[in-house]
């Protein structure tokens, strides 16, 4: 079945304490992003990447890194959280020619 | 910078009416889609529309795409209650034509009462 998973589907942590959100797809497609959502201000795009080891900003990167070391993986890193990157997180995946992007199921952050 | 506003933000309506969500965008882009999201899960797409006077229709739902004012609609004709949810249009902004760097309206919650 094609898919994006993401792991964990929910976490609670404390500020300062580094964590990572896994982000698989099994489509063999080129882009990948990662989105914050957060009430009102619908998704935003935090990173993309375009192929293995091309990564760029989207809008909202401040706090954030990422990694594409291969094609089907792209983890989301937090160094550092604070409590203002507690949001439900997506990460995304779709062909080269952009026909749509494939949602994961979202993981729900809580930084305490 | 790319601004992606929807209108309404929430709709009531009743089972068996018509009603068009209104997706506006501030900078040239012919690629723009559109998501449902049911409470609690993740996004599924609905349409894709690529090119100006692109129209496409699913059910009750049918999606039209006019470049030139910047402006998509999402069209419900005879809503039925499953129908409800968030729905989103998204606006590609970038220049790789892949849907890579996409931008969002703030989303029209649904809701379809009997």
């Known amino acids: 079945e094609a898919q994006v998973t993401q792991n964990p589907r929910y976490l609670i942590t404390v500020t300062g304490k580094k964590l990572t959100v896994t982000c698989s797809q099994n489509?063999?497609?080129?882009?990948m992003s990662w989105y914050r959502q957060d009430p009102g201000l619908g998704l935003r795009q935090i990173y993309y990447?375009?192929?293995?080891?091309?990564?760029d900003k989207g809008d909202v990167p401040e706090g954030y890194k990422v990694s594409r070391k291969e094609k089907r993986n792209f983890p989301l890193i937090l160094e550092s959280p604070s409590p203002n990157q507690t949001s439900l997180y997506f990460c995304?995946?779709?062909?080269?020619?952009?026909?749509?992007?494939?949602f994961g199921p979202g993981t729900r952050l809580t930084v305490l | 910078e790319l601004k992606v506003e929807q209108n309404p933000l929430f709709l009531s309506m009743q089972e068996g009416k018509n009603y068009t969500i209104y997706c506006n965008y501030s900078?040239?882009?012919?690629?723009l889609y559109w998501y449902r999201q049911d409470p609690g899960k993740s996004l599924e797409s609905l349409f894709v529309?690529?090119?100006?006077?692109a129209v496409k229709q699913e059910g009750r739902l049918m999606a039209s795409l006019d470049t030139k004012a910047r402006l998509s609609t999402l069209h419900i004709t005879a809503a039925v209650h499953d129908l409800s949810a968030t729905y989103f249009c998204?606006?590609?902004?970038?220049?790789?034509?892949?849907?890579?760097?996409?931008?969002f309206g703030t989303g029209t919650r649904l809701q379809v009462t009997l």
């Open positions: 900078t040239t882009s012919d690629r």
């Open positions: 990447s375009m192929n293995v080891e091309v990564t």
């Open positions: 998204a606006v590609d902004g970038g220049n790789t034509g892949t849907a890579s760097k996409l931008t």
């Open positions: 489509m063999n497609h080129e882009y």
């Open positions: 995304a995946s779709t062909r080269q020619n952009g026909d749509t992007q494939y």
């Open positions: 529309l690529l090119s100006n006077g």
